[in-house]
């Protein structure tokens, strides 16, 4: 398998981390039946394939993320018309209790993320690969921390048994909205401007977004803001109120307001974490 690869091993040689970075494979790309020692999460970054299982198959596409215990026997075709991109996590096997909340389709797990849930998946690669490369003390349990938290994240954004009550309507509605808010966040201040946009209640939005979701739609809408802000405050030239009225917040008091309540201290000290100005990065180490 060609790939970009970081591991770092400890105790015992079969429990280690791993995150590959796969090319972008074209069409008709074949893998052919393989298992591993370790579990895997892999999330579709680009086109889509059909994951083979035996007499099992699974059509994935983008955004689709998939579990696979150890051990299980698995392959991949590639689909027209772009082929697929893979990024990979390999880790130690999971206690039972998680094992039993991710294998939703047995013998694996199958989620449908959003845009939102695809820059996370990244973002805990990322700082995997940072974690794996670095081999500072304590990297074994920073790696567990570090898939818990994205198992966690998947878990709690799968849709749940109550998409039941929705008609294929209403999810296609829903789904409408979120790819509404994903693209157009920072020019809304209020889930109002989305209820009048598709035409329907304000109470109807939210009866049916927290039902498909699990959050309401401001909370999201926040949650989307939040996310976009982090990296335009890494921009020095921009000031706190300049990325407060670029995300469509009221105010730059809103902004910090929602931002702390989010990620627990305000814009400004958030940057002075994050951003290295030019003296500081002339200074000795």
Same mark, same amino acid.
């Given at each position: ?44 970054? !680009?086109?889509?394939?059909? /994951? ?20 299980i026997a698995h392959g991949f075709l590639s689909q027209k018309p772009a082929g697929v991109e ?15 909340? /991710? ?24 700082? /995997?690969?940072?974690? /794996?490369?670095? =081999? ?5 349990? +920073? ?25 294929? +309507? ?8 979120? !790819?509404?808010? +994903? ?45 976009? !802000? ?20 009221? !105010?730059? +008091? ?19 974490? =994050? ?11």
């Amino acid at each position: 398998m060609s790939a970009i690869q970081f591991q770092t091993s400890y105790f015992n040689h079969k429990n280690y981390y791993t995150v590959i970075l796969e090319p972008a494979y074209p069409p008709g790309w074949q893998m052919p039946l393989h298992r591993h020692l370790q579990c895997e999460l892999a999330l579709i970054k !680009s086109g889509c394939c059909t /994951l083979h299982l035996g007499k099992q198959e699974h059509r994935l596409q983008v955004g689709n993320v998939f579990f696979i215990p150890s051990g299980i026997a698995h392959g991949f075709l590639s689909q027209k018309p772009a082929g697929v991109e893979f990024v990979v996590l390999q880790f130690p096997n999971f206690d039972g209790d998680f094992l039993r909340h /991710l294998v939703n389709a047995p013998p694996i797990g199958i989620f449908q993320t959003t845009d939102l849930g695809i820059s996370v998946f990244l973002e805990h690669c990322y700082k /995997l690969q940072k974690e /794996l490369a670095s =081999n500072l003390p304590f990297s074994e349990t +920073q790696c567990r921390i570090l898939v818990e938290g994205l198992t966690i994240f998947l878990l709690r954004n799968t849709p749940s048994s109550s998409h039941k009550n929705l008609s294929p +309507q209403q999810k296609n509605l829903i789904k409408e909205i979120l !790819s509404f808010l +994903q693209s157009q966040s920072h020019n809304l201040n209020h889930v109002k401007e989305v209820s009048k946009k598709f035409g329907i209640s304000p109470q109807y939005l939210r009866k049916l977004f927290k039902i498909y979701t699990g959050v309401n739609p401001k909370h999201y809408l926040n949650t989307l803001k939040i996310q976009r !802000s982090k990296c335009l405050l890494l921009h020095p030239e921009l000031s706190i109120t300049d990325v407060a009225m670029e995300l469509g917040f009221g !105010s730059s +008091q809103q902004f910090a307001k929602i931002f702390r309540k989010n990620i627990g201290i305000c814009p400004s000290a958030w940057r002075k974490i =994050n951003l290295l100005d030019a003296d500081h990065e002339r200074q000795p180490g």
